[in-house]
């Protein structure tokens, strides 16, 4: 399953097929940036890979070279002069035989290099990403989808590997290799040369129309497979729907519609890239063949000096001369992917972080004469401190979990108000609850409080103050919540649950879980506390879950309690026995509760009923049921209809 | 497993075989080159006759023409060979899949199957095309080469060998090491991204306990660890680009040394030894494409076993010989029965359960998580086959009926519930494909959808996204009602299916059904009190046993577990409504959808 479900992730080799080119914006300034990221860290180590795709380079057309040197220099001689002393080629041999060890020592250093560069760059962009994601808004994930935010980490950073750690550097060798094997060829005959430019010319004119049919279809193939995956998505979703509904066969009728198309159109796709290779390698053979009979006629008519030795020579670079100019439009194209998948990941990295303009922070203290202290112990009390730079002192205020709305007004796109007009007094210990129906802003209310979003109009003061002053870090540390949505962490039990408070002995952990009535169930998981959850926890139930997550909420023992219907998913009978524990959590505590049950509201302080963002009703149990309003209808179930 | 896969190719043998027949069509034209050329430079060029150049030269070009052509020609039936193989697999799978039983599907999870679907075929399709086109052609070219260059020479050849046997050797050495280490590092890479997908998800948790730099540090050390991780197999790999190059440097020089000798010794002419540097580079370049080869089959083997799984599944429940297909009514008797979901589990989820439910009869089930309501209403439709004791419909047995039969008379609106894409007048029809408008109406007003149907801007055909995104909870489960209501089925069972609709609402759709559709017989499993209660009877389910089966007052009065849940409930009033749409719902939606592709 853990493999199945990060192979998705992966994309399968499916993903790195060949396919119209993205576009991709400026992408002069794109490179530039990039390499300027990959320099920062690597300026030497990248110098000296370039040495090295130059040396052996350079090697490598000596090499070449050499194939004329042994026919001209010392075969034909000998074969005319009839001497038998082969020292002179033996000394040639080792001659080349130094060029071949310095190309094959410097090949093997780019690789070596190039590997840590590669490498170390990745992990550099992945550390950059998450450090940088970590500090975005809420908003931010809210507005885009999962799954975009997750191919940065997977199909951007594989297409960078593939750049940077084959791309460029072939790129560059291939560039350097077409320069010299030109400027050779021009040097052994330059009407040879001339003819073997315009075989290239054809080549790469061949390829460039097939890559364009190819992609074309390419681009159908693209879009058949994207329908065919989707229908396969959805009925494997429903396939027990499509069971209970006897719909199989016009399932598969629908589904074998798809899959034809797919096969048509992956047919013509595949069938022209296939052709590519075919056509460029006798294309390049037929290129062999002219330069062959026109350089055999000059070498037979003796033609500008022209030898057999040179154009055994000119024969390999003809023949090294169109590989690497495919190479070139290959790698292009390879570049231009990565570029785009680098330009995804350079949006994650612009994005704004979010901001913290607070100054006041929250701090243990006690009470030694009547004043307030700052000490590093649990004492069970908390006060802000505030710093005043100006005057050099600082002012400690008792935290006592007083949370005020004024007037708040809020907006989650800038348009469309969500909150209208809300106050709201909460009093140190009191329990506050939320109801109302889904979309009613209930959730958004306490999304206000911890700052996972701002307010555009009003104020919210916690104790006084305005909690735009107060460090984010210190603001939500000092309330707890619980989300309907639970979320585990993959780890053990134990881990999980001391996710609230990283300092909490093995003790607390157990405590906490008592508490949330969590504590029966862990112990009877196959290895209780250090069973390790996978998967958000796959293998708990729904109900099990919530428990976990109130026990991590109770570990963390913050002043202030925020539970965003904690309870949702937990029968009634055994919330009955969380209430227990939940009551104990919320003793003493600001509490604010949203819930559909009335069970769980019922014993607040005060229950706000919310509709379209705004306060409606509020009041304790009795006084609404007194009032006759909508929490009476929705208490009773009568509805005026 | 091979001939599970093989039987997939069918229609796709004749390109299958060709395939292969035209690459080494153009394998020997690509080796007929360097002999050819040899032939130019040494009876040509040497001779001084410009003829033999032309006439060699012309036979050199007919051979490239028809090295394209069977190079085209292979790319052709290979494009075709393999992408028809993988429609057939998909095709295969899916329609496998078709008669899976609940058992089958359970087994294997959602992702699990579109993975296999999806992934694993496009790794076959590669994989395939690519044995077709190369598995035969590259030792083919091997082998011309290696028998040219003895033609050409006996000795030199030598060399070859030589070099083939340590390249081949260093090779699998250093692919069956790293392959080791890259499935290594390649499964903690998986597992890294998976925490960061974690972390995406519980963004909210991670910051409401301000644990970015936690998660950070957390990060911090995987990325480490597969950064070591990486770099040790690519150590190895960066050892194959040198002893490659080494090896073919080290060759020519030989062959050129040797080479030289023997010319000026006359064993050899100078056109040989070109030809015998160019099959020098046929020869290392067919060794490394087969090293691919070994790679690209080692990797897809797991896809193809995944794949045969799929294929070589046997539905675990079968229709009858001779089945029956005629429902008598809509009564149900469960006799002793006992039902596991695994058949080697020593517990049972059911344990000898008797019931017997009259036709037109309205049941409501209760009981806590775990207590295996919905395992007991889903033997009712045969969506699991008992393992002791019988369920009966209509006084028979579900095992005789026709599946098809039974499963249109007994309707489940099943707990996890799906829409699929499409508009709703279409996924209604899902209930009766010929269901005029006016029957979709009713049953759509029956469910209470209609209201909101028609407050959408197309009404019945709005389109409905893939898994129902576009609709709240609530209207979904409503529009699954009326799918379901649509089968005029004899017995009708919610499984939780209102959970997510009002209360007001709920009791509408109930008041509906007890006066629109009388003599069916209904069965409804809810976690709300208020949802049961008015039913003829009500079952308490327990631990996967039968607590009690009476009416409401009895219960109350009787059943300690029953009392509980109602007091629990309706001393408080019940529930607050949860769904119904509104502006917030946008981000709720959005969310969701994202949480759900997880």
Known sequence: ?641 | MLKTLGAQIKEFKLPSILTPLMMIGEVIMEMMIPLLMASIIDKGVEAGDMGHILRVGGLMLGTALLGLLFGSLGGVFGAKASTGFARNLRKAMFENIQTFSFANIDKYSTAGLVTRLTTDVTNLQMAYQMILRMFVRAPMSLIIAMCMSFYISKDLAGVYLGAVAFLSVALILIMTRVSGYFREVFKKYDDLNASVQENVSAIRVVKAYVREDYERDKFRKASENVYRMFIRAEKIITLNGPIMQGTVYTCILLISWLGAKMIVQGSLTTGELMSLLAYCMNILMSLMMMSMIFVMVAMSSASAQRITEVLNEKSTLTNPENPDFEIPDGSVDFDHVNFRYRAESSSNVLKDINLHIGSGETIGIIGGTGSSKSTLVNLISRLYDVNEGTVRVGGKDVRGYDLDTLRSSVAVVLQKNVLFSGTILENLRWGDKDAAEEECVRAAKLACADEFIRQFPEGYNTHIEQGGTNVSGGQKQRLCIARALLKKPKILILDDSTSAVDTATDARIRRAFREEIPDTTKIIIAQRIASVMDADRILVMQDGEVDAFDTHENLLENNRIYREVYESQMNAGGDFDRPEDSDKAYYDREFDARGGEN
Not at chain 1, 49 to 74: E, P
Not at chain 1, 182 to 202: G, Q, Y
Not at chain 1, 495 to 513: C, H, M, Q, S
């Open chain 1, 1 to 641: 399953m853990a493999e199945e479900r990060a192979r998705t992730f992966r994309g399968g080799p499916g993903r790195r097929q060949m396919g119209p080119r993205p576009k991709v914006e400026n992408p002069g300034k794109l490179f530039k940036r990039l390499m300027g990221y990959v320099f920062q860290f690597y300026k030497i180590p990248i110098i000296v890979v370039v040495f090295c795709i130059v040396a052996s380079v350079l090697c490598n057309a000596q090499g070449t070279m050499f194939m004329r040197t042994l026919i001209d220099g010392y075969i034909s001689p000998m074969l005319v002069s009839g001497s038998r002393d082969f020292s002179g080629l033996l000394r040639a041999i080792f001659r080349v035989a130094g060029f071949y060890a310095v190309g094959v020592i410097a090949a093997f250093a780019q690789n070596r290099i190039m590997m840590y560069v590669t490498q170390g760059t990745l992990k550099h962009v992945r550390d950059d990403m998450f450090d940088h994601m970590e500090g975005l808004p809420i908003r931010y994930f809210d507005t885009h989808p999962h799954g975009d935010i997750m191919s940065n980490y997977t199909n951007d950073t594989d297409t960078l590997r593939q750049m940077i750690s084959q791309s460029i550097p072939q790129f560059i060798n291939s560039g350097l290799t077409v320069v010299t094997v030109l400027t050779c060829m021009l040097v052994l005959s330059v009407p040879l040369t001339f003819v073997s430019l315009a075989m290239v010319a054809v080549m790469v004119f061949c390829s460039g129309k097939l890559a364009g049919l190819s992609g074309r279809f390419f681009l159908a193939q693209q879009r058949d497979l994207a329908a065919v995956n989707g229908n396969i998505e959805e009925i494997m979703e429903g396939q027990k729907v499509v069971k209970v509904f006897c719909h199989e066969a016009e399932a598969t009728a629908r589904f074998n519609e798809l899959n034809d198309a797919l096969f048509a159109s992956a047919d013509s796709a595949n069938r022209f890239s296939n052709m590519m290779a075919p056509v460029n390698a006798q294309l390049g053979n037929t290129s062999y063949v002219v330069c062959a009979i026109v350089g055999g006629a000059m070498a037979l008519s003796g033609f500008w000096g022209f030898t057999l030795g040179k154009l055994a020579s000119f024969l390999t670079f003809n023949r090294n001369f169109a590989m690497p100019i495919n190479q070139i439009s290959m790698q292009m194209n390879a570049i231009v992917m990565a570029l785009a998948g680098a330009e995804r990941i350079f949006a994650l990295l612009d994005e704004a972080p979010e901001v913290d303009e607070g100054c006041v922070t929250l701090v243990r203290s006690r009470t030694e004469n009547g004043q307030i202290v700052e000490c590093k112990e649990r004492t069970g009390h908390w006060a802000w401190k505030h710093p005043y730079p100006s005057r050099g002192t600082v002012e400690y205020v008792p935290m006592k979990g007083r949370v005020v709305f004024e007037h708040v007004d809020f907006s989650y796109d800038g348009e469309k108000t969500v909150l209208h007009d809300v106050s709201l007094y909460a009093e140190p210990g009191q329990k506050i609850a939320f109801v109302g129906s889904t979309g009613a802003g209930k959730t958004t209310i306490t999304n206000l409080i911890n700052r996972f979003y701002d307010i555009q109009k009003g104020t919210i003061t916690y104790d006084e103050q305005d909690i735009k002053k107060i460090k984010k870090y210190d603001l939500r540390r000092s309330l707890g919540i619980v989300l309907q949505e639970t979320n585990l962490f993959t780890g053990t039990v134990r881990e999980n649950i001391r996710y609230g408070r990283l300092d909490a002995t093995d003790e607390d952990v157990v405590k906490a879980a008592k508490l949330a009535n969590a504590d029966s169930f862990i112990r009877r998981l196959p290895q209780g506390y250090d069973t390790v959850l996978t998967g958000n926890g796959a293998n708990l139930s729904q109900g099990q879950r919530q428990l976990l997550a109130i026990a991590r909420a109770a570990v963390a023992d913050p002043p202030v309690l925020i539970l965003d219907e904690a309870t949702s998913s937990i029968d009634t009978r055994t919330e009955k026995i969380v209430q227990d524990g939940m009551d104990q959590l919320m003793k003493g505590r600001t509490t604010f509760v949203i819930a559909h049950r009335l069970s769980t509201v019922q014993n607040s302080d005060c229950i706000m009923v919310l509709e379209q963002g705004r306060i409606i009703e509020r009041g304790s149990h009795e006084q609404l049921i007194e009032e006759k309003g909508k929490y009476y209808q929705l208490y009773t179930g009568n509805f005026a209809e």
